[in-house]
């Protein structure tokens, strides 16, 4: 998270249980969620990670705090962008859709591939030349170059993720419109810090699923009471 180790762990922490809940309810009432359910859980290893590199910044401990950047960024660059359609996929009913959403979990696997794999190789245009401290946020300086600009990069990252709004789960709309939402105003108010800022307020943005889950489950009740 962009604070501290402390508050880093203490998020993963709260989204490891809130991903245990919504797991274990959808285990019992609808396992078509199940994708969706486990979310919380995957960010807060992702939280972790960047709690990992807290610690290996604050103790001067050059390997690890390199280590976790790139498993952070793992997350941030090609995870999310192809985890996020794989759910859209998994939750949609209409098949003109579900083409749809198979053609974009290829492009975020091929295009997060392309913003990670320098970042994996610590060489070469788009590689990461630094993690600090900007502020109490944490940034990850990369380097530019490579065949697309950094604001054709932000361009296309931010498409996708608007484009998966496109979902025909009225949940899942629900869930990526917060997440979105709060994008926006990290991207215009936390430059500097984006990726480290989004990935937090998108994780506790998971939290809200449990909640979701439980309101369309009473939802469906009173339909098969009426």
Not at 60 to 85: D, G, V
Not at 155 to 170: D, K, M, Q, T
Request: some cysteine; hydrophobic content about 55%; aromatic content about 18%.
């Amino acid at each position: 998270m962009c604070f501290s180790a402390t508050a880093s762990f203490g998020s993963a922490t709260v989204l490891l249980v809130g991903g245990a809940l919504c797991t274990r309810h959808v285990m019992k009432n609808d396992k078509t969620y199940l994708l969706l359910a486990i979310t919380p859980i995957l960010f807060a290893l992702q939280q972790a990670i960047e709690g990992a590199v807290w610690i290996g910044y604050n103790e001067n401990i050059i390997s690890l705090m390199t280590l976790s950047s790139i498993l952070f960024l793992f997350f941030a660059f090609f995870f999310w962008l192809t985890w996020i359609p794989i759910v859209a996929y998994s939750l949609e009913t209409k098949k003109w859709k579900r083409i749809f959403f198979t053609i974009f979990i290829i492009i975020g696997f091929v295009f997060g591939l392309y913003l990670w794999i320098p970042v994996l190789l610590e060489t070469g245009p788009r590689h990461l030349i630094k993690t600090s401290v900007c502020g109490h946020s944490l940034c990850y300086e990369v380097s530019g170059g490579g065949l697309l600009s950094v604001i054709v990069r932000d361009i296309i990252y931010a498409s996708l993720g608007v484009l998966f709004l496109l979902s025909s789960n009225r949940l899942f709309r629900k869930f990526w419109a917060l997440v979105m939402l709060f994008g926006a105003i990290t991207f215009f108010t936390q430059r500097e810090t984006w990726i480290s800022t989004w990935c937090f307020f998108a994780a506790l943005s998971t939290l809200w699923i449990y909640f979701l889950l439980i309101n369309n489950h009473k939802t469906n009740i009173k339909k098969q009471t009426l």
